[in-house]
Structures are given as C-alpha cells and as structure tokens.
C-alpha cells in the first residue's frame, strides 16, 4: 500500500521563526490532508491540498503530485502553533481510507 | 454548535470488559471513521462506515466492532478479544467518502482508554 513520510520528525524553534514541514508519498494520490494535533488531541483539518498551493493567514501548503510530495510552511511561528502536524493521503486503490504520516512534532518557544 | 461529539473523555476498562464509545454527529455527514493512535504514532483505521447499516473493516479491526443504525451516530465497542487497548481514540466524518467527493475529515475531540 501507500506509505507515506513526514520530516523532520521533531523539530524546536523560537517564537517568530518560520519552518517547513515536508510529506513524501509513494503513489499517487487523490486526496492529501495536513492537520494540527494540539497538546490535547484535539485534531484540526488545515489544508485539503492533493495539488496546486494555498494559503490560510500564516500557514501554506503546496502539493507537487508528480513528484509526490507536499510541503506546510508556517511563517512567524507563535507558541499556539506548538503540536504535532499530520500529513494524510488517500491513494488512488485506498478506498477512501486516508493513509497517515507519523507527524512531525513542533514546539514553539517563547 | 455542528460537530462532532465523543463520550467519554476518559475510560477505563477492566480485564475481560466490553466498552463501548460514543460518536454522534450533528454535520449531516454520510461517512463516519474511527482511529487508533498509540503515543508518538499517527492514526490508524479501525472501521469505516461510507452510509447507514454499512461499515467496513480498517487496518486494526481485530478486537473491534461497530453499528451504524443512525446516520448521525457511529459507536465502537472494545471487546475483550482486544488484548492492548490502551489508547487514544478518534472519530471522524466527512461528507461523503465517494471517488468524486472530497473525503475532508473532521474529528471529535478523543476517547482516551486504559486497562485497569
């Protein structure tokens, strides 16, 4: 099946700093989510993105899909931003089944 | 509010128990989800339900089982065949889950369980 690769798996800045985060992808995909895990679980759907790039205030995603891969930025990171971000993919032969990442842990200092 | 509702938060299961957790959704979504995430890992399916009286087995549905009656409700039952349940578990919905639809999932806010 698919399988998907998120990096860095940890990753610590301070308040202000911008980061990138990276998903890779075996296969081709129909369908690719980011979401935001805060400290207590509660998950947050960011960017439904399976091509093309978008914007939401600070945060942006692009999906190149030929090369299998998409990228989050995060600009003038504040502690709130602090949490685990998820990739998930729903390949083309995953019957609607969203394959997840192992996410990538930030921490924001203050 | 529209969401998605699980109950409890917290829950402890004794050897040999059955417990059930609860999803409701107000969304007026057809496909309801529920995740397994253990600490530091990603989530994985348990058991998915596309429409109502219809559900289909995920990567993890040994020890599992679930019902899906109402359109609005999708309970998991822990069965005392689940040997390791501790873990945090998540419900999810989305509109539709069909090749044309887009499968944006939303969550409910987690069942966390331990084994007394």
């Known amino acids: 099946g698919i399988q998907v690769e998120q990096s860095p798996p940890d990753l610590i800045l301070q308040e202000g700093a911008n980061s990138t985060l990276r998903c890779n992808f075996s296969?081709?995909?129909?369908?690719l989510q980011w979401f935001h895990q805060n400290p207590w679980g509660q998950l947050i759907n960011l960017f439904y993105?399976?091509?093309?790039?978008k914007q939401n205030g600070r945060l942006s995603a692009t999906t190149v899909a030929t090369e299998r891969y998409s990228l989050l930025y995060i600009s003038s990171s504040q502690t709130t931003d602090s949490g685990v971000y998820f990739c998930?993919?729903?390949?083309?032969?995953?019957?609607?089944?969203?394959?997840w990442g192992a996410g990538t842990k930030l921490i924001i200092k203050p | 509010d529209g969401g998605i509702t699980q109950s409890p938060k917290y829950l402890f299961r004794k050897e040999g128990q059955n417990v059930t957790l609860s999803c409701e959704q107000n969304?007026?979504?057809?496909?309801m989800y529920w995740y397994r995430q253990d600490p530091g890992q990603g989530l994985r399916l348990i058991y998915y339900?596309?429409?109502?009286?219809?559900?289909q087995k995920g990567d993890i549905a040994e020890g599992y089982s679930v019902s899906r009656e109402k359109k609005e409700s999708f309970p998991l039952t822990v069965t005392s065949a689940q040997k390791n349940p501790t873990a945090f578990y998540l419900c999810?919905?989305?509109?539709?889950?069909?090749?044309?639809?887009?499968?944006?999932?939303?969550f409910g806010a987690g069942t966390r369980l331990s084994v007394l």
């Open positions: 999810a919905s989305s509109r539709s889950s069909g090749i044309l639809a887009k499968n944006i999932q939303y």
């Open positions: 296969d081709s995909v129909n369908n």
């Open positions: 969304l007026n979504h057809d496909a």
């Open positions: 339900s596309q429409i109502v009286n219809d559900f």
């Open positions: 993105i399976p091509s093309g790039t």
């Open positions: 998930a993919v729903e390949g083309e032969d995953s019957n609607y089944q969203l394959i």
